[in-house]
C-alpha cells in the first residue's frame, strides 16, 4: 500500500511517504509556533518529489498525539481532509509508540518522554518484537516524572529514554535510575524526533491488523484538560 505518515504533534513536522516496504520520502519542518499551515505544502512537495498524484495514495496515517493540543488538531484536520477528499482510510497513530518505533535497534525496553510542565510527563514504555510490531507495556498516561522513575526501578532492566522531555530530565532520571537509564548521545538529533515515515509503518500495520477506517473516530490524545477546558468548569 502506498502510505502518506503525517505528525504535528511536537515543535517539529514531519511527513512521510511509503510503499509497503519501501521508504519513498521524509522531511521535517519547524511548526512551532505558528508553522502548522505549512504542512500542505511539504506534502505536495513529497509527493512531486516521488512523483505520485494524490489519487495514488491507498493509506493516510496521523500522529495522534500527546503534544501540543493545536499541532495535534492540526495535523488531525489535515489527514482527514486529505483522506475524506480522496475517498481512501485513516488512521492514527501514537505519538509516544511513534517515538519509540523509531529506534528499532534497540532490543530491550523503551520509554519516549515529553516533558508536560511542573514535573510532569507523557510517556509510556514499550517492547519491540519481530516484524516490526511493538507490545505496549505501559499505555500513554500523564504522570509526574517522580513516579514514572520510581515504576521503572522496578523493571530491574535498562531502558532507552527518547524524546525532548528525555533530554530535559537527563539529570532526574540518571540519578534515580543510575545505569539502567540509557540515553542517545547526541544532545539532539533526528532520533529523538517522529519520523512521518514511521508513522506512516505504524500505520499501514495498523490497517493491516485491524482493517479498521478511522476517518470518523480517530480523536486527539490530550491526555489532560486543554486551558480553555479548565476555564470553563470554573465557570469563567
Known sequence: ???????????????GLIDGVHILYEGRIPIRPGGGERIPALIDKALQVVGW????????AVGRGPGSYTGVRVGLAIGKGIAYSLGIPMVGVNTLLALAANNPGWPGLLCPVLDARRGRVYTGLYLRKEQGNWVELRPPELCLLAELTAEL????????????????????????????????GK?????????????????????????????FTCLPLYLQRTEAEIRWGKGE
Open 187 to 215: 544532545e539532539e538529533g533526528e532520533i529523538d524526533q517522529v519520523s512521518g515515515v514511521t508513522v506512516a509503518f505504524l500505520g499501514l500495520l495498523r490497517w493491516q491488523k485491524k482493517n479498521e477506517d478511522e476517518l
Open 153 to 184: 526501578k522496578k523493571e530491574k532492566t535498562p531502558v532507552l529514554f527518547v524524546g525532548q522531555g528525555a533530554r530535559l530530565y537527563r539529570e532526574e532520571i540518571t540519578a534515580a535510575l543510575g545505569p539502567a537509564a540509557v540515553f542517545h
Open 53 to 60: 498524484r494524490p489519487e495514488y495514495l491507498d493509506l493516510v
Open 1 to 15: 500500500m502506498r502510505v502518506l505518515g503525517i505528525d504535528t504533534s511536537l515543535p517539529t513536522g514531519t511527513v
